[in-house]
């Protein structure tokens, strides 16, 4: 007769869990999955979660706070709501990685167009650095968002949105004192920005194609070159 199978330890089935949610987002994720990630049976994963919502907090926490889930006590039972949107408050509010760039994008103009193209690349530099540093929990919120109304709340509206009118209005102020080139619209420019960072710093690793044939330094610095170039006031020389 075949032994039992020895226990996992909790981050094992975490790490497992945030690979399916990750993937598949959390209505089409099933126990099942996370199940097979680990090469258990479906009812032997009810003796580490008692329920799917348990498991994406597992995998919630296991990105955001990774020591913690070594101190939970199997099964693990999933908090409210509220409590995980106050989890990934605290988890934004400790970021420091992006005050930088919060400090940048609040700044008076620079007094020249040489030092307003360094301090764009700064901008998107210090962009970059924070997704492609925080790529698995963002993507994690991204895919899981779309089934969950409270972490949607907090991802699109509460962070996303906020970081745009930031840098919308660095953009627009920029502009009006003739440092940067005007465009058709500030939003979608500010998006622009956003999205093709987002895509080369993250979304990219999702691309087997892309993730083989583009290396991590050539995308930082195109991406820095490109976006800066392209706000550039028309005839201006990059430095």
Partial sequence: MRGRLPARPL???ADAAVRVFAAKGFRPAGISDV??????????????????????YLALLRVLDPAAVDALTPPVTAPSPDKVVALLRDW???????????????RPPAGSRAAAE?????????????????????????????DLPELAQWYYVDTRRGLLELLGGYLRTRIEAGLLRPVPDVAVAARFVI?????FAMHRHGDPDSAAMLGDEECRRSVRDLVTASFLPRGAVTT
């Fill in 11 to 13: 981050g094992e089935v």
């Fill in 35 to 56: 199940a097979k990630a680990l090469g258990l049976s479906h009812g032997a994963v009810y003796t580490y979660a008692d329920s799917k919502q348990a498991l994406l």
């Fill in 92 to 106: 934004a509010a400790a970021r420091s990685g992006f005050e930088p760039v919060a400090e940048l994008l609040a």
């Fill in 118 to 146: 360094v301090e764009l690349g700064q901008v998107v530099d210090g962009v970059y650095g924070f997704v492609e540093g925080n790529r698995v929990v963002l993507q994690l919120f991204a895919r899981c968002s779309e």
């Fill in 195 to 199: 999205e093709t960072v987002a895509w």
